[in-house]
């Protein structure tokens, strides 16, 4: 059974960073796709980044491109999200997942676990 804890969110000003972690039990994390995804108030959960089980290959979604960067740590059974420029929009719940897909999947229904989420919010 894969478990993901996801760390590192809290309060942040406008146009601020945070970096991101999930941790992964066992010793499979490096057999699976890592993504991000985050879901705001009243909304859909939707794509925010992807990175492959070697980390050479990287996905964004147009809102974060540029002002994000994926990462992970396949020895610590670690991956990141570390997230510049901050902006009131950026406002979410924030998952990482592990999928099971080709490359660095961008939809949801190719990941097969979750983490609880850590909660991100940006003030103006």
């Known amino acids: 059974q894969v478990q993901l804890v996801e760390s590192g969110g809290g309060l942040v000003q406008a146009g601020g960073s945070l970096r991101l972690s999930c941790a992964g039990s066992g010793r499979t994390f490096s057999r699976y796709a890592m993504g991000w995804f985050r879901q705001a108030p009243g909304k859909e959960r939707e794509f925010v980044a992807a990175?492959?089980?070697?980390?050479?290959?990287?996905v964004y979604a147009d809102s974060v491109k540029g002002r994000s960067t994926i990462s992970r740590d396949n020895a610590k059974n670690t991956g990141y999200l570390q997230m510049n420029s901050l902006k009131p929009e950026d406002t979410a719940v924030y998952f990482c997942?592990?999928?099971?897909?080709?490359?660095?999947?961008?939809?949801?229904?190719?990941?097969?676990?979750w983490g609880q989420g850590t909660r991100v919010t940006v003030s103006s």
């Open positions: 997942a592990h999928s099971t897909g080709i490359g660095a999947p961008f939809r949801r229904n190719e990941y097969d676990y």
């Open positions: 990175i492959s089980r070697s980390g050479g290959t990287t």
